[in-house]
C-alpha cells in the first residue's frame, strides 16, 4: 500500500486500484466529482513534476477510460484536473515512491497504454447539476434540464425551463469561457440545427468564465455521455470532438485594441441593464484592460 497525504489531497494504491479523494478547498468540478476509484487498467501512466515549491503528481489515463476527460476533451485547467496533486517539499520522495509503485504494476500486469473502447469509470454520480452563465443544467439520469436566470436573453426566458428527455439527445459538447469568447454547454438533438450562437439555443447554457462554477457544466455532460454510451444508440459521430478547441487564428490577437475595445463596450452596456453585477463586470473588465 502506497499514500500520500497533502492539502490538495490524498492519493493511495494498493496495487490493484487508485484512489483519489480531494481536499477540502479544490476546485469546485473536482469536490462535486468527489472520491474516485482508478481501476488499474484504465492508467496508462504516471509521473511526479518537481518545483521549488514541491511538484505535480500526475495520473495519466488510457483514452476513453474517463468521462470527464472525454466531455473535457482536453480543456480543463490543471487546478480543475482530478487526476493531479500539487505535492508540498517535504513530502516529494513519498510523491516519487507513489509514482514509483504505480509504473511497477503497470509492467508486472502488462497493462497496455492504448485507448479503451469503453468508459472504465463511472463518471459523476447522479443526480448531478452544473454551469452559470445564463442558467444551469441538471440530469438525474433520464432527462436533461436547463433553467434560466435573469441574465438570459428573453427567447429562452419566454419559454421557461427545458426539459429535454434522454431519448432526444443525440450528443452533449462542452467548451468552458477561453479569452475573450464565451464557452457552451450544448446538448445535440437528431435532425435539429441549433442557433449559431448558444445564447440564443435553448438546448445549451451560455458560459462566460466569471466564476468557478462555471466548469461544473462538465460534470453534466459527462454524465450524459455515460448513458449515451450504455444505451443502444451510438452517439452522433463527432459529438464531442467536432468543435475544436480555440485557436490563436480563431481567438482575438492581444494587440488587436478594435475587438478589445468593442469587448469593453459590450460588457459596459451588459453592466448598465443590469445583466452583470458590479463583481462580475470589474473582474471581467480587468481581464480585458491586462490584453491592451
Given at each position: 500500500?502506497?499514500?500520500?497525504?497533502?492539502?490538495?489531497?490524498?492519493?493511495?494504491?494498493?496495487?490493484?486500484?487508485v484512489?483519489?479523494?480531494?481536499g477540502?478547498?479544490?476546485?469546485?468540478?473536482?469536490?462535486?466529482l468527489?472520491?474516485?476509484a482508478v481501476?488499474?487498467?484504465?492508467?496508462?501512466g504516471?509521473?511526479?513534476?518537481p518545483?521549488?515549491?514541491?511538484?505535480?503528481?500526475?495520473?495519466?489515463?488510457?483514452?476513453?477510460?474517463?468521462?470527464?476527460?472525454?466531455?473535457?476533451?482536453?480543456?480543463?485547467?490543471?487546478?480543475?484536473?482530478?487526476?493531479?496533486?500539487?505535492?508540498e517539499?517535504?513530502r516529494?520522495?513519498?510523491?516519487e515512491?507513489?509514482?514509483?509503485?504505480?509504473?511497477?504494476?503497470?509492467?508486472?500486469?502488462?497493462?497496455?497504454?492504448?485507448?479503451?473502447?469503453?468508459?472504465?469509470?463511472?463518471?459523476?454520480?447522479?443526480?448531478?447539476?452544473?454551469?452559470?452563465?445564463?442558467?444551469?443544467?441538471?440530469?438525474?439520469?433520464?432527462t436533461?434540464?436547463?433553467?434560466?436566470?435573469?441574465?438570459?436573453?428573453?427567447?429562452?426566458?419566454?419559454?421557461?425551463a427545458?426539459?429535454?428527455?434522454?431519448?432526444?439527445?443525440?450528443?452533449?459538447?462542452?467548451?468552458?469561457?477561453?479569452?475573450?469568447?464565451?464557452?457552451?454547454?450544448?446538448?445535440?438533438?437528431?435532425?435539429?440545427t441549433?442557433?449559431?450562437?448558444?445564447?440564443y439555443?435553448?438546448?445549451?447554457?451560455d458560459?462566460?468564465?466569471?466564476?468557478?462554477?462555471?466548469?461544473?457544466?462538465v460534470?453534466?455532460?459527462?454524465?450524459?455521455?455515460v448513458?449515451?454510451?450504455?444505451?443502444?444508440?451510438?452517439?452522433?459521430?463527432?459529438a464531442?470532438?467536432?468543435?475544436?478547441?480555440?485557436?490563436?487564428?480563431?481567438?482575438?490577437?492581444?494587440?488587436?485594441?478594435d475587438?478589445?475595445?468593442?469587448?469593453?463596450r459590450?460588457?459596459?452596456?451588459?453592466?448598465?441593464?443590469?445583466?452583470?453585477?458590479?463583481?462580475?463586470?470589474?473582474?471581467?473588465?480587468?481581464?480585458?484592460?491586462?490584453?491592451?
Open positions: 500500500m502506497a499514500d500520500i497525504i497533502t492539502r490538495d489531497g490524498t492519493w493511495s494504491f494498493d496495487g490493484e486500484t484512489r483519489i479523494v480531494p477540502s478547498k479544490v476546485h469546485p468540478v473536482r469536490q462535486d468527489g472520491e474516485l481501476p488499474l487498467e484504465a492508467v496508462a504516471a509521473s511526479f513534476e518545483d521549488r515549491k514541491g511538484g505535480r503528481l500526475r495520473l495519466r489515463l488510457r483514452t476513453g477510460a474517463c468521462p470527464v476527460q472525454r466531455a473535457a476533451d482536453g480543456r480543463l485547467r490543471d487546478s480543475a484536473d482530478p487526476y493531479q496533486l500539487l505535492v517539499k517535504d516529494s520522495g513519498v510523491a515512491y507513489l509514482v514509483d509503485e504505480i509504473r511497477n504494476a503497470l509492467l508486472i500486469e502488462q497493462v497496455p497504454d492504448g485507448p479503451v473502447a469503453r468508459f472504465l469509470l463511472p463518471g459523476p454520480s447522479v443526480p448531478v447539476s452544473g454551469g452559470g452563465g445564463d442558467g444551469t443544467a441538471s440530469f438525474d439520469g433520464h436533461v434540464r436547463l433553467v434560466w436566470n435573469w441574465k438570459a436573453e428573453e427567447s429562452k426566458t419566454t419559454g421557461g427545458v426539459a429535454l428527455p434522454l431519448a432526444d439527445v443525440t450528443g452533449v459538447r462542452w467548451i468552458p469561457a477561453i479569452g475573450l469568447e464565451n464557452g457552451s454547454l450544448r446538448f445535440d438533438r437528431a435532425g435539429v441549433a442557433p449559431a450562437q448558444p445564447k439555443d435553448p438546448y445549451s447554457l458560459l462566460w468564465g466569471l466564476s468557478k462554477r462555471e466548469y461544473t457544466a460534470l453534466v455532460a459527462a454524465a450524459v455521455l448513458r449515451l454510451s450504455s444505451s443502444a444508440r451510438p452517439l452522433a459521430p463527432g464531442t470532438q467536432e468543435v475544436p478547441a480555440l485557436t490563436p487564428a480563431d481567438a482575438p490577437a492581444a494587440d488587436d485594441h475587438v478589445l475595445l468593442r469587448r469593453l459590450e460588457l459596459g452596456e451588459l453592466h448598465r441593464a443590469g445583466v452583470l453585477t458590479d463583481e462580475e463586470f470589474t473582474t471581467a473588465k480587468q481581464a480585458v484592460l491586462k490584453r491592451l
